[in-house]
């Protein structure tokens, strides 16, 4: 039968005992007996030669019979002693096996808590790794998308730009045919005169306006090749 406490009790004094300090008292306790029971039987045998030799069949013909039953009662004394320090030695051995089970378990046991708490940090720390990877992630989209939408307003007003300096060029163009034309006529009147003027100084302007639509375009183009260059 395995022990399964460290502390012992005594039913007969009633005191409690650390395991091992019980285990060494009944082992006193035992040779003590041992030796008071063969005091006793010797005791018992003297008394039995003495008073009672008949009913006992024993005889002092028979003192060597007792001999020999007296060799065979130490025998069976000395066997039983033999056999209970068997049976204690066994039960500390089990005590021991279970206890050193008991022990491997427990470190088993606060191994795996200790990878249990490593894999746990781990999983965090990639967990917190992922979620600032997909933030930053995020980021990028969202400016990407932001540069995509600047792109295409600033196409746009090129494409417009274009536009207008090709019309530009049309109206420069057929303005240069109207002069010419006027230049061919020798009489010109005060209306035709003011015309002339008036129609160069749209001339101008749209010389003007010309040369800011230039100026725009060239501001778009670097405009998309530094964002394009940032990309």
Same mark, same amino acid.
């Given at each position: 039968?395995?022990?399964?406490?460290?502390?012992?009790?005594?039913?007969?004094?009633?005191?409690?005992?650390?395991?091992?300090?019980?285990? $060494?008292?009944?082992?006193?306790?035992?040779?003590?007996?041992?030796?008071?029971?063969?005091?006793?039987?010797?005791?018992?045998?003297?008394?039995?030669?003495?008073?009672?030799?008949?009913?006992?069949?024993?005889?002092?013909?028979?003192?060597?019979?007792?001999?020999?039953?007296?060799?065979?009662?130490?025998?069976?004394?000395?066997?039983?002693?033999?056999?209970?320090?068997?049976?204690?030695?066994?039960?500390?051995?089990?005590?021991?096996?279970?206890?050193?089970?008991?022990?491997?378990?427990?470190?088993?046991?606060?191994?795996?808590?200790?990878?249990?708490?490593?894999?746990?940090?781990?999983?965090?720390?990639?967990?917190?790794?992922?979620?600032?990877?997909?933030?930053?992630?995020?980021?990028?989209?969202?400016?990407?998308?932001?540069?995509?939408?600047?792109?295409?307003?600033?196409?746009?007003?090129?494409?417009?730009?274009?536009?207008?300096?090709?019309?530009?060029?049309?109206?420069?163009?057929?303005?240069?045919? $109207?002069?010419?034309?006027?230049?061919?006529?020798?009489?010109?009147?005060?209306?035709?005169?003011?015309?002339?003027?008036?129609?160069?100084?749209?001339?101008?302007?749209?010389?003007?306006?010309?040369?800011?639509?230039?100026?725009?375009?060239?501001?778009?183009?670097?405009?998309?090749?530094?964002?394009?260059?940032?990309?």
């Amino acid at each position: 039968m395995m022990v399964q406490q460290q502390n012992v009790i005594n039913v007969k004094t009633r005191k409690i005992y650390g395991y091992v300090l019980f285990v $060494h008292l009944l082992d006193v306790e035992d040779t003590s007996r041992g030796m008071l029971s063969a005091i006793i039987n010797k005791l018992i045998m003297d008394f039995l030669w003495n008073f009672h030799p008949r009913e006992f069949g024993i005889t002092k013909s028979s003192q060597n019979g007792n001999q020999v039953d007296d060799r065979m009662l130490l025998e069976k004394i000395d066997n039983t002693v033999r056999e209970y320090n068997y049976l204690l030695t066994s039960q500390l051995e089990e005590q021991r096996q279970y206890f050193e089970e008991k022990i491997e378990m427990r470190v088993k046991q606060l191994r795996q808590n200790k990878d249990i708490a490593e894999l746990d940090y781990c999983i965090n720390e990639l967990t917190s790794q992922y979620k600032l990877k997909q933030q930053i992630q995020n980021e990028i989209n969202k400016e990407i998308q932001t540069q995509k939408k600047k792109n295409q307003q600033l196409k746009g007003r090129a494409d417009q730009t274009k536009k207008d300096l090709e019309l530009a060029k049309e109206i420069n163009q057929c303005l240069k045919v $109207h002069m010419n034309t006027s230049n061919n006529t020798q009489d010109l009147s005060k209306e035709d005169e003011e015309k002339i003027k008036f129609k160069s100084s749209e001339i101008e302007k749209l010389k003007l306006m010309i040369q800011q639509k230039k100026e725009s375009l060239d501001f778009i183009k670097e405009d998309i090749n530094k964002m394009m260059a940032d990309l």
